[in-house]
């Protein structure tokens, strides 16, 4: 089976701190993305990597910035946490090609920003 | 841009059929998904079909397909208190288009009444 890590379930930040959230997945996938949740909103994608020191904004990427030095880890990095990135940030995987072209999640982060 | 929208809120009785609606607006959609949320957890793939279907079945999901309206739907038959959680309908975009993110509705939280 597909896994995808996310190595904090639950975080207490303060403004201002700098804030890592760590993915992990055993699949060799090539494609990893960072989405953020917030209810009546959906899912609405913040960065995505298609390949190792590759990185492409997604359709929320203000404050916030990536890193992918390894095929299998991507992380996001808020530079100074707000109280508006008070959410639940998931992270997903997806190979390049195969049926279906599933994309796999992780159990999500939930971040508070007091 | 892609977008996708659900309807926010079903509520059924335990036994009943439930149907969940999606429209997208990406007519290059290669592949249409329906992911399940239970509290706290990640996303979980319950389906997937290929554009050029228009329907199928697995156990008690259905999936219909009508890509000249773009519209997709899930059935879940004989609905069971365990099936209630958010249902996300998301799209996929043709690999070619340098597009590999997939877009997700806001989600359909389903409820179902013992």
């Known amino acids: 089976d597909v896994k995808v890590t996310q190595s904090s379930r639950y975080l207490v930040k303060r403004t201002g701190e700098k804030v890592f959230l760590e993915c992990v997945q055993d699949?060799?996938?090539?494609?990893m993305f960072w989405y953020r949740q917030d209810p009546g909103l959906g899912l609405r994608l913040i960065y995505f990597s298609y390949d190792v020191k590759m990185k492409e904004k997604g359709d929320i990427p203000e404050g916030y910035s990536v890193s992918r030095e390894k095929k299998e880890r991507f992380s996001l990095i808020l530079e100074s946490a707000s109280t508006n990135q008070t959410s639940m940030y998931l992270c997903?995987?997806?190979?390049?090609?195969?049926?279906?072209?599933?994309?796999?999640f992780g159990e999500g982060s939930w971040l508070t920003v007091v | 841009g892609e977008d996708v929208e659900q309807s926010l809120f079903l509520s059924v009785r335990e036994g009943d059929s439930s149907v969940i609606n999606c429209t997208y607006t990406d007519s290059s959609s290669t592949y249409l998904y329906w992911y399940k949320q239970e509290p706290g957890a990640g996303l979980q793939l319950l389906t997937y079909i290929f554009s050029n279907m228009d329907m199928k079945q697995d156990q008690r999901l259905t999936v219909l397909l009508n890509k000249k309206d773009k519209h997709l739907s899930l059935r879940i038959a004989d609905t069971q208190t365990g099936d209630s959680a958010i249902y996300f309908c998301?799209?996929?975009?043709?690999?070619?288009?340098?597009?590999?993110?997939?877009?997700f509705g806001s989600g359909t939280r389903l409820q179902v009444q013992p």
């Open positions: 998301a799209e996929s975009p043709a690999m070619d288009t340098g597009r590999r993110a997939l877009t």
């Open positions: 997903a995987s997806r190979p390049g090609t195969g049926e279906g072209n599933t994309i796999y």
């Open positions: 699949m060799d996938h090539e494609n």
